[in-house]
């Protein structure tokens, strides 16, 4: 049962970096150096109950999810439950064991996006091709088989019909399937013997969730067995069994092999060897169709029938305009991008010190583009920076369409970004009580400006510390628009991919995936917090007695009435109680669940000016149930589902993450 179709908008991309990107494809999956693309969905099954408050659920879920994401990125499994009564949310995911654990991070990013399509149903769950993840509102984790069930087999063309194939198949997964209960973390795969005559060769693998006790797992992997011997053989060349507590697959490829588990590992280093070198040849021809696929593009630059999607009429009145840079005064400007020069690396590209020849100091933003989307974010941050104009906004100068590479540059700020000052035991000491804030006001002011006072309405999508730059006044600045959206006058929502960074995105965005300025206030709210405690709200886990979030620990203090506790101790006696209060207050009032009570940006400019007098009392925030391993039992509701050995501190990394956005 889907529950919406998430839509994407068109954006400008330039002819030349598609083309180059489907040369250097075409040519790297010649070389048989397989799909980069997202896992494949083996299959998705979602509840037929309706949960009775979809809003509230939807938060016990989001936090449910990034309790087991702070796990799975560490160990491969993650099993957690949040919220209260009709809201309780129970999930779990894992990886299977042979995935590395880069893959694994990718293949669950992949399932926590597709998952919310089951809701407002009060259960579902998705198996991807190396992972798994299922959230309920009941605790299922120790289920090993239930009436979702199900087989999934692939086609015959190749290997299936061989003679000898189904006999090997079938007495290779009943070995994995007897094994793997009693192996570790309940996985073991293997191979077919070598056959001198026409039998294509087996590979077989099965794993139990991490959650089940050894017979259960017995019983899961045996239903699984079962099912796949019975729907999938003789015919078919792969096949999964897919149960509440296991998977089991056959296939005639060597799925399994970068785990090293089980037998079949034969030839897998020379295979990767000859992969290896095929696909550094590929690549360098790739080089060559690019330059070739360049030069070519360049020649037809104003021919409008190779320019439908009208990036090159940007580019031609970028290169007319004041805006256009010589991509070699900027190579040298960098001093030939050394490292030395480097101001920091971005989701889309590293920042680059420059001296001009004229002798002014500009951060250049260099980006190399391999798909489609990176492309979009170059144009997108070319045409809604340069129609921005305001003092605290980062001044896009101009940007470099003609070199090898497109480069955007930027005013220089000499103290770089807020976190390398705000979460820093030393620099912090330059961010007295009136400059933290200027920052947040300023911010603030920016936010408004783009949401409602530009020509067109804005919403940056990755407000952070780190995206906050400041002048030699430390003054703020709000940067990095590539991940930027604009609104048409009569539109009230984008539905978008997901994208920004985990921590600072609000529940509903990550859920619904439909974009509004308040996903905005949402991070900036959670700014604020860390601006005025000092805390990252991602480390505050590991770094608090009591096992707490940052969100969890100061709507904690904020009950009990001892928020000035949490005041970064730098600030103590720079300001009284009651600004620092209002500060807090404001935090809290922009980081709360529901995103009809944030205040819109330009209340929030009055607030913090002293014209609003009476504030409003905030209510709950999300995530304040996500706790690490010092964390007490206590009645908030959240709930442990690890064994002992999965229990530590969480600690993310504060990435920028992009979604494939629908087209």
Known sequence: MQRRRRTGRAHHHHPLFLQAAAVLAHLLLAAGAGDAGAPAILGTVCGNTRTPNPEAFDVSFVTTLEMIYQNVTRSGFGAAGSGTGNNTVFGLGQCLAYLSSTDCQLCYAQSRVKLPHCLPADGGRIYLDGCFLRY???NF???STDAGDTAVCGS????????????????LVRNVTATAPGARDYYYASSSAESSGRAARAYAAAQCWRSLNASACAACVASARDRVLRQCLPGAAEGYGLNAGCVVRYSTRPFYLAADAGGGGGGSSTRHIVVIVIASVFSALAVIGIAFVWTKMRSRRDNLHDDMDGSGEIIRAIAASHLSFKYEELRRATDEFNQINKLGQGGYGSVYKGVLPDGREVAVKRLFFNTRQWADQFFNEVKLVSQVQHKNLVKLLGCSVEGPES????????????????????????????RRFEIVLGTAEGLSYLHNASEIRIIHRDIKASNILLDERF????????????FLEDQSHLSTGLAGTFGYMAPEYIVHGQLTEKADIYSYGVLVLEIIT?????????????????MALIWKHYNAGTLMELLDPNLRDQCSEEEALQVFHIGLLCAQASPNLRPPMWKVVEMLSGRAKVLPRPTQPPFIDVKGSNAKSDSSGSTSLLTNSDRSPFSLNQLSVSGVEAR
Do not use: M
Request: charged share 20%; glycine share 10%; aromatic share 10%.
């Open 136 to 138: 309920g509102a009941r």
């Open 141 to 143: 984790t120790a289920d």
């Open 156 to 171: 015959n063309a190749t290997g299936g019909g061989a003679p000898g194939f189904a006999a090997a198949a079938a007495e």
């Open 407 to 434: 480069l955007l540059v930027y005013e220089y700020l000499c103290n770089t970004s807020l976190d390398h000052y705000l979460f820093d035991a030393f620099k912090k000491n330059a961010l007295d009580w009136e």
């Open 475 to 486: 003054r703020p600045k709000i940067a990095d628009f590539g991940l930027a959206r604009n």
């Open 534 to 550: 000092g805390r990252k709200n991602h480390n505050s886990v590991a770094s608090s007695a009591e096992g707490l979030s940052l």
